[in-house]
């Protein structure tokens, strides 16, 4: 238990459907991100938020919409996705933003397996 | 070209031999690096972080860090089955805000 919480852990949807995914954290921290992780691709960084204001946008298309209402839950809304939108989307948290020293690690939920059908 | 390159893998070794993974960078500014481990199934997890040229050790694991290679890689001595996992290396360049992953070494400990 890594105190980031995601749900759904399995979300199948339909190429018109509107869904979302939540995320939780419970450790106190200040920044969280969105991650995609692909087969055989690397994490790659979606959306990055530093106490509820988006901080970077990695050029990821308008059918994926963050939301971060609070410094503590971190919303990605989907809309119209493609079969190629398909992956496993990991929510993170770390102490302050993106300053790795041993006191600031970056913390994984579990992820949400997305299909797109 | 891949920013952070690593072997996919997989990878295989017996239990109780040395795992070598190794991960190579592209951007000379590259201050901090991690290795993190992921499960089947599981998110990744922190295992290492090294910062200045050498070795580290945690336990079984050391982290070896040349910059003028661009070069990072990960030791596991003793290998156990439950090392069974894919590695992931990441990199903080000094300019970017983001950590940069590679895709993935898949390591296998045979009993």
């Known amino acids: 238990e890594t105190g980031v919480t995601q749900t759904p852990r399995h979300l199948v949807m339909g190429m018109t459907n509107k869904k979302s995914l939540k995320c939780e954290q419970h450790?106190?921290?200040?920044?969280m991100y969105w991650y995609k992780q692909s087969a055989k691709k690397p994490l790659e960084l979606m959306f990055v938020?530093?106490?509820?204001?988006?901080?970077e946008n990695n050029s990821v298309p308008s059918r994926f919409s963050p939301e971060c209402p609070n410094s503590s839950h971190l919303f990605l809304h989907l809309h119209t996705l493609q079969p190629e939108d398909s992956a496993l989307y990991l929510c993170a948290s770390s102490q302050v933003l993106q300053t790795f020293t041993s006191g600031n690690t970056i913390y994984f939920g579990e992820g949400s397996w997305l299909t797109v059908v | 070209q891949k920013e952070v390159e690593q072997n996919s893998g997989p990878l295989s070794v017996p239990e109780g031999a040395i795992a070598s993974l190794n991960c190579t960078y592209s951007?000379?500014?590259?201050?901090?690096f991690f290795w993190y481990r992921q499960y089947s199934g599981k998110s990744p997890e922190l295992i290492m972080f090294?910062?200045?040229?050498g070795d580290k050790e945690d336990g079984r694991f050391t982290a070896q860090l040349n910059k003028a290679s661009q070069y990072v890689s990960l030791l596991i001595r003793d290998s156990q089955p439950s090392d069974s996992a894919t590695y992931l290396c990441a990199v903080l360049s000094g300019s970017a805000r983001q950590l940069t992953f590679g895709s993935g070494t898949q390591l296998t400990v045979l009993p």
């Open positions: 450790l106190g921290h200040n920044a």
């Open positions: 090294i910062y200045s040229n």
């Open positions: 938020y530093s106490l509820e204001e988006r901080v």
């Open positions: 951007d000379r500014g590259s201050q901090s």
